[in-house]
């Protein structure tokens, strides 16, 4: 620790990365508040001090808040069927893969592909999918229903009034339930056998080794797997402008802020936007960060 | 009397308990097989559909096979005028070469310090470097670009080289860091012992072991900044410099191009990141568990 020539070197390794992270990262962010803060709301830039006019106006910003068809709304609807389709898919994937099957490779690879697709591309497939015509005169999956004879169930996917947030995010569920998969599969075979194996010898039944030894076990995996897909939803943009393009019905803050910035040049309040959504994402990172690192150092 | 009652009640858990588990493991491999069929379901439909005429592309044909396979979608998605991705795929592997080549060099020299040349501080460090993982993009995309011109910076591919290395750097390093923490310290100390100093030792001891992060890194940085599309649309305002996924939307997004056409672009656009995935699947999810934290 005193022998700054032992570990002096090392530092001067690491310091491009740490003056590039403090200034891109770091320095970057408090410009962008800075800009919120601003009155720069037109194509030429101005940094003259505006207050907090840019969140007052995004505010009262119909598009904004809280109705139906509003970026906020659609942001939670969103987010909360991503969350439990993912989830739930990825969990039930990984229990029927935990005890090994045969073939657990394939059905591993299969389900984890999406993951190597941009959303662009996939959103090309499920813009198709999910064309919200009736299906006589639709394709993909209202086509099915009628040929199939459930044409009650065709609808009009995204563009639906209401819950169209929610089938906008079929296509993120479809990308990511491998994902998920593979962290609770990594998670089921860390349960040490000699756990299961000691309940099972008191008698335990095989539901109850689940919930009362497997499942308690399982709680940091669902903790990550909560904050990487809270995260990702939050700032959802490509999907969107692939499924939706800049339609109002399923407009999401980061799709907003970019119609903002390239379309009504009006920096403070896109900057307004990119503050909300940091500071939405870092109450959901920081304690989880401080929690993995003290336990990353107990351990 | 206990001692003889005892075996009875066995027996027939003991075939119930077989008999569950045949039929468990039917609805196991028939749910597993559906998961199958759902998530090929839009691979099928891109195949299909990319190989076939404009004509067969209405709603009547939508699920079925091609009555005549052909080439015209694949054709026009790769090379006309109107709908050609090859300038844009061009642009990607531009971009996406080095990005990932220097990304994963940084990375590889901080994971090595920040686990086994440590200084004090360390942790706080890779603690700072984090949190960057998770940032929304959005929060530094309009200073980035205002910066970019203030500076004048190279305009074009050089910019979005810059800033996937930069935002890179966190989720390289802590790959790295995860790997060179299962290095065991002897090692460590046997050149400590020869008085190696820290360029040797990483040179001689460290980069010699490090092949598979450097795989897992590669198809990180490679497969996201292949995919990215945020960066891309902020910092590239000129077409001609536009990276495959710009130009795939701007391709698809208007609702008059053929669907054969878009789908047969959408698969063009994937086929790098499907090949790295089917060639290098173990490394890729080896990746994705180290996204996680807990690697």
Redesign the interface.
């Known amino acids: 620790?005193t022998n700054i020539r032992r570990?002096?070197?090392?530092?001067l390794?690491?310091s491009p990365?740490?003056v590039?992270?403090?200034v891109?990262?770091y320095g970057?962010?408090g410009?962008?508040v800075k800009?919120s803060l601003s009155d720069w709301r037109t194509a030429v830039?101005s940094s003259n001090w505006a207050g907090l006019g840019a969140y007052r106006d995004l505010k009262s910003d119909p598009a904004w808040c809280c109705g139906p068809a509003t970026n906020v709304r659609h942001i939670i609807i969103f987010t909360v069927a991503f969350i439990i389709g993912t989830l739930l898919?990825g969990v039930?994937?990984a229990f029927?893969?935990e005890k090994g099957?045969r073939g657990e490779g394939f059905?591993?690879?299969?389900?984890?592909?999406?993951?190597?697709?941009?959303?662009?591309?996939?959103?090309?497939?499920?813009r198709?999918?999910m064309n919200p015509a009736p299906g006589?005169?639709?394709?993909?999956l209202n086509?099915?229903f009628d040929?199939l004879g459930v044409g009650f169930l065709a609808n009009q996917w995204y563009l639906g009034v209401n819950w169209g947030m929610a089938a906008m995010a079929l296509p993120a569920i479809?990308a990511l339930?491998?994902?998920i998969m593979?962290?609770y599969l990594?998670g089921f075979r860390g349960v040490p056998e000699e756990l299961r194996e000691a309940a099972r010898m008191d008698g335990a039944s095989e539901y109850r080794v689940y919930r009362h030894v497997v499942f308690p076990h399982l709680r940091?995996v669902t903790l990550?797997?909560l904050i990487?897909l809270g995260?990702i939803s939050?700032?959802v943009?490509?999907l969107i402008?692939?499924i939706g393009?800049k339609q109002l019905i399923t407009q999401t803050p980061?799709v907003y802020?970019?119609i903002l910035?390239y379309d009504a040049r009006d920096?403070a309040k896109?900057?307004a936007?990119?503050?909300l959504?940091?500071i939405a994402?870092s109450i959901l990172?920081?304690p989880y960060?401080i929690y993995?690192?003290r336990s990353e150092?107990n351990a | 009397m206990t001692s003889t009652a005892a075996p009875i009640p066995v027996a027939p858990v003991a075939k119930m308990r077989r008999r569950r588990t045949v039929e468990a493991n039917v609805v196991?491999?028939a749910?597993?097989a559906l998961?199958?069929v759902?998530?090929?379901?839009?691979?099928y439909?891109?195949i299909v559909?990319s190989f076939k005429g404009v004509t067969e592309t209405d709603?009547s044909h939508?699920?079925s096979l091609p009555h005549v396979w052909t080439l015209d979608g694949w054709r026009q998605a790769w090379n006309s005028d109107q709908y050609g991705l090859l300038p844009y795929l061009k642009n990607s592997f531009k971009l996406v070469i080095p990005a990932t080549v220097i990304s994963c060099m940084?990375g590889s020299?901080?994971g090595f310090?920040?686990s086994k040349?440590?200084?004090?501080g360390?942790?706080i460090?890779?603690?700072?470097?984090?949190?960057?993982l998770?940032?929304?993009?959005?929060?530094?995309?309009?200073?980035?670009t205002?910066?970019f011109g203030d500076t004048h910076f190279p305009e074009g591919i050089p910019r979005l080289v810059f800033a996937h290395v930069?935002?890179g750097?966190?989720i390289t390093?802590l790959i790295f860091r995860n790997y060179y923490a299962t290095i065991p310290n002897e090692l460590m100390e046997a050149a400590r012992m020869d008085r190696a100093?820290?360029?040797r030792t990483y040179w001689s001891v460290v980069l010699p072991v490090s092949i598979p992060a450097f795989i897992v890194a590669a198809i990180w940085q490679f497969?996201s900044i292949?995919?990215?599309?945020?960066f891309a649309?902020?910092i590239i305002t000129d077409p001609s410099s536009w990276p495959v996924?710009v130009g795939?939307?701007n391709t698809?997004?208007s609702l008059v191009t053929p669907?054969n056409v878009?789908?047969a672009?959408?698969?063009i656009?994937?086929l790098p990141?499907?090949i790295?995935?089917?060639v290098l699947?173990r490394y890729?999810?080896r990746g994705?568990?180290a996204?996680?934290?807990?690697g």
């Not at chain 2, 759902?38 to 691979?43: A, D, M, R, T």
């Not at chain 2, 040349?117 to 004090?120: G, K, L, N, S």
């Not at chain 2, 292949?226 to 945020?230: A, G, I, Q, V």
């Open positions: 620790m570990w002096g070197p090392g530092l390794l690491v990365s740490i590039l992270v403090a891109f990262v970057l962010i410009w962008n800009v830039p898919i039930t994937l029927l893969l099957v059905f591993r690879s299969v389900y984890l592909f999406p993951m190597a697709i941009s959303f662009i591309a996939a959103g090309v497939v499920w198709w999918l006589d005169r639709s394709t993909g086509v099915i040929k479809w339930s491998g994902y593979a962290l990594a940091p990550s797997a990487i995260h939050l700032k943009f490509d402008v692939a393009g980061a802020m970019w910035i920096y896109g900057a936007i990119a503050t959504l940091l994402i990172i920081i960060l993995t690192v150092r | 196991r491999y749910l597993l998961f199958v759902i998530i090929l379901l839009p691979l439909v891109l559909t709603p939508a699920w940084l020299l901080n310090v920040l040349w440590r200084f004090p360390a942790d460090v890779f603690t700072f470097f984090l949190f960057g998770f940032i929304p993009y959005q929060a530094i995309m309009i200073p980035l205002q910066l930069i935002y750097i966190p390093t100093g820290m360029i497969t292949w995919n990215d599309f945020l649309v902020f996924t795939l939307n698809t997004g669907y878009q789908m672009a959408a698969l656009a994937s990141t499907l790295v995935y089917i699947g890729f999810i994705l568990l996204g996680s934290l807990k």
